[in-house]
Structures are given as C-alpha cells and as structure tokens.
C-alpha cells in the first residue's frame, strides 16, 4: 500500500495532491467491483486504512478538479458506510460545494446545512461545514457566531477555535484571535504549528504597538516561535518567524537599557540584547541550511513549501544586504 496513499489530502502540497489523485486512480481500479449493503459491509474483513484512502482520494480529487473520480469515491463511502453517517455527510456536502455552479447552488447547499442542524444539532462536522461555507461565501461575521456556538458547547474543540482565530484575524481583531491560539495550545500544548501560528499573530499586534509596548509584543512573539521550533526541529517557518521577530527587536533593545540595570516592568519582561543576537543568529543559520538541504534534494529535507523556502532565501538576502551597507 502506497504511503502517499494515507497523507491527508488537506495537508499536502499541490503537487502531492495531484500525485495523490493518480495514485488514487490506480488504488480504485484494484479494488472489488461487489460491496456488500450496509450495514452489511460492517461485518467485512477490511482493514481502516481503505476508507481513509478513499477518503483522501476524494478530497484530492476535488482539489484537482477530477470531480467524475471524486463522486465514485463518494459512492463506495456512501455504501460502506450509509447515508446517513455524519462524516458521509459532510463530505457529501463538501463535493456539493466543491462543484456548485453559482451563488444560487452555494445557497441551497448552505439551506441544506440549515436543515440538517434542526433536525439534529449534535451533527458537528455539518455544523463545521457550515460555518465553513460562511466564510467562503464571504458571511465572515456569520461565520464567527457558527464558530463561537460551536466552541460554547466543545471547548475542547482545536480545529474550531483555531478556525475562529483565523476569522477574527481576517477582521484584524488580533486579542480575540490571540485569545482563540492560546485555547487551542491548551488542547494541543505539543502543537507546533499553533506556537508559531501564535506567534505570527503576536508580531502583526506588536507592528501597531509603539516603544515599550511594541517591544513587549516583539518578545512575546520571539518567545513562541522558539517554542514551536523547539518542539519541531528544523521547522522553516518557526525559523522564519524568530529571525523577522529578533530582526525587529534588536533595534529596540539598546546596549544602555541592558547594561544600566534598570529593574522596571517592562525591561524585566524583556530578553537581553545578546541574547536576542544569539536567538537571531542561531536562525540565520538554521534558515541557511534547510535552504541548502532542500536545494540539493538531500533525503527527508524535500517536504518544504516552495513558497515558504523564497520567502526564506529572500528574508535572508534582505538582511544581508542590509549588513553589507
């Protein structure tokens, strides 16, 4: 069994969802033809990882495009597993998104959603997928209260809060999207790409911050982007975020405030200027050689965004310039 096979379809690149796509293609033509009916099928000797990969194969399917193999894929989820299963149908929902026509069809979808959750209001990915829907149509304050009623009754839920932080940051309310980031590192403390993603949104807050207050955020900021690489070596983008941050704050940390001693709030809250230096020269280097790795195809360092790996060469090419002057 193909590995490519079992990678979400929502966490890849383009370029693996389209091999995911091919991939897939060959994966339903070796398989049986016969299903038996649900619930039937229930008592088939099958192993878990079949139905991921349709499921894979569906959602890659219709970022490709390929919408006659993603409704086939459909098809035998819809028979293993009934009409009626929640996640059947929200993926049922999500190829009717996906291949809706116009404004009109996305309405009728989003009705549809509508009805579902009267009749059952326990069907949470319907309602994730509606909320979801809201904000592609461009109903991002209606989006927020799906959000908001969904985090009410699962606090526990990361996904929906960190959907909720990317909604309010789309307004440009950065408390409550920092607000939201720190309830989903409460739910998932090891997670990364949340530390960092913390971060991001720390840094835009710090840039409409002035003096004391900007270099406050700038810290915090750094502070989660050593966090997240921390937990993830070799993580370009905490990298990336802890170089811009401590580029930032390096400025704002004069050699007179470290040395003179002063025991205020805010200059105890802050790091040292050298130690700022040594975080930023530490990512200097980290950056220069994921980019290095990755351009010479070495194994295990090919995973890289190719946007994420120019946006790196260009904001080390910015600051050596930048030394040279």
């Keep these: 069994m193909s590995l490519i096979l079992l990678q979400p379809a929502t966490n890849t690149s383009p370029h693996s969802a389209i091999s995911l796509s091919r991939a897939g293609t060959t994966f339903i033509k070796s398989q049986s033809t016969y299903t038996l009916p649900w ?13 991921q990969i349709y499921e894979n194969v569906f959602l890659a399917c219709l970022r490709t495009g390929d919408n006659q193999r993603a409704s086939q894929c459909l098809e035998k989820l819809v028979d293993r597993f009934g009409k009626s299963n929640e996640r ?32 059952d209001p326990t069907v949470f990915p319907i309602r994730k997928r509606r909320a979801a829907l809201l904000r592609s149509m461009g109903k991002l304050n209606e989006a927020v209260i799906a959000l908001t009623e969904l985090v009410d009754v699962s606090p526990t839920d990361a996904e929906s809060w960190a959907e909720l932080a990317d909604c309010y940051l789309t307004k440009g309310s ?5 607000f939201c980031l720190e309830e989903v590192l409460l739910v998932t403390p ?13 840094f835009l807050r710090a840039n409409d911050a002035e003096g004391a207050e900007k270099a406050q ?7 989660r982007f050593c966090r997240s690489v921390e937990l993830c070596d070799d993580y370009l983008r905490g990298y990336y975020g802890l170089k811009l941050s401590t580029n930032r704050l390096i400025p704002l940390l004069t050699s007179s ?13 802050l790091p040292s200027q050298v130690t700022v230096q040594k975080l930023n020269q530490l990512a200097t280097l980290k950056l220069g050689d994921i980019l290095r790795r990755s351009k010479d195809n070495q194994k295990s360092w090919d995973g890289y965004s190719e946007a994420e790996l120019i946006a790196a060469k260009e904001l080390l090419d910015r600051d050596s310039d930048n030394t040279v002057r």
């Design 39 to 51: 619930p039937l099928s229930l008592l088939a000797n099958e192993s878990q990882e079949k139905w």
């Design 88 to 119: 059947v149908i929200a993926l049922r929902g999500l190829f009717q998104e996906a291949t809706a026509a116009d404004a009109a069809a996305l309405g009728e979808v989003l009705r549809q959603y509508d009805q579902f959750i009267v009749d």
């Design 174 to 178: 950065f408390e409550q999207a920092v």
């Design 190 to 202: 090891n997670a990364w790409n949340m530390h960092a993603r913390l971060g991001e949104v720390l």
């Design 217 to 223: 955020g700038l810290a915090e900021a750094m502070r």
């Design 257 to 269: 405030n470290s040395k003179s001693g002063k025991s205020t709030d805010t200059a105890a809250a």
